[in-house]
């Protein structure tokens, strides 16, 4: 299995590079429109940051934030009293939110049910391997005690992986990038 650590430093390489040649207004998007979603993407390390140790009014704080923020659609609450939902606009590269979460090994996993979203998850353990496919098990990031949904906006293309959960493919971030259009902050203790 590919790990995601070597292209995520040849990613940061990239930015700065990136960064350096269009006279420092690129963010980790790699967007160079005169910083347009660099207040985005400060918002977001601030709340990666933040969220392991975060209280409620945390959010709710960083959710006002966001609500003035371009490149955030909409901010809000989500089902869960304590959560938060923010949703992009224009979506944001999965890779580059991995990035900035420190997140390793990303992969695209569709949601139990067809007209759930696909999401990002993190390998857990390899459980079985057979010739063509390795059956791995994946855990929904959390930090402290949030879990972090990242919903992708359209599902990844091309082959089929040869790593999945039974019937369904899991599809690694480094082979097949996608875009995130919304990230969902929940409370574990609570149950949905």
């Not at 009293?81 to 999965?94: E, H, I, N, V």
């Not at 919903?151 to 082959?159: L, N």
């Not at 019937?167 to 995130?180: E, R």
Request: proline share 9%; net charge negative.
């Amino acid at each position: 299995m590919k790990s995601v650590v070597g292209r995520r430093s040849l990613f940061a390489i990239f930015v700065v590079v990136a960064g350096s040649a269009c006279g420092g207004a690129s963010t980790t998007t790699g967007r160079t429109e005169d910083g347009a979603y660099a207040a985005r993407d400060d918002l977001l390390r601030h709340l990666f940051r933040r969220l392991p140790s975060a209280e409620p009014k945390t959010l709710t704080e960083l959710t006002r934030h966001a609500r003035q923020t371009p490149g955030i659609a909409d901010a809000g609450r989500y089902a869960d009293p304590d959560g938060m939902q923010l949703t992009f606009s224009p979506p944001l590269d999965a890779e580059a939110l991995a990035f900035m979460a420190d997140w390793e090994d990303v992969f695209v996993l569709p949601g139990p049910l067809d007209r759930d979203p696909y999401v990002l998850v993190l390998f857990r353990r390899l459980t079985d391997h057979s010739a063509s496919f390795a059956r791995m098990s994946f855990d929904v990031p959390e930090a402290g005690h949030w879990r972090v949904f990242a919903e992708v906006d359209v599902p990844p293309t091309g082959p089929f992986p040869t790593f999945g959960t039974g019937a369904t493919g899991a599809y690694p971030l480094v082979d097949y990038p996608v875009n995130v259009d919304r990230l969902t902050v929940v409370d574990r203790r609570h149950p949905r």
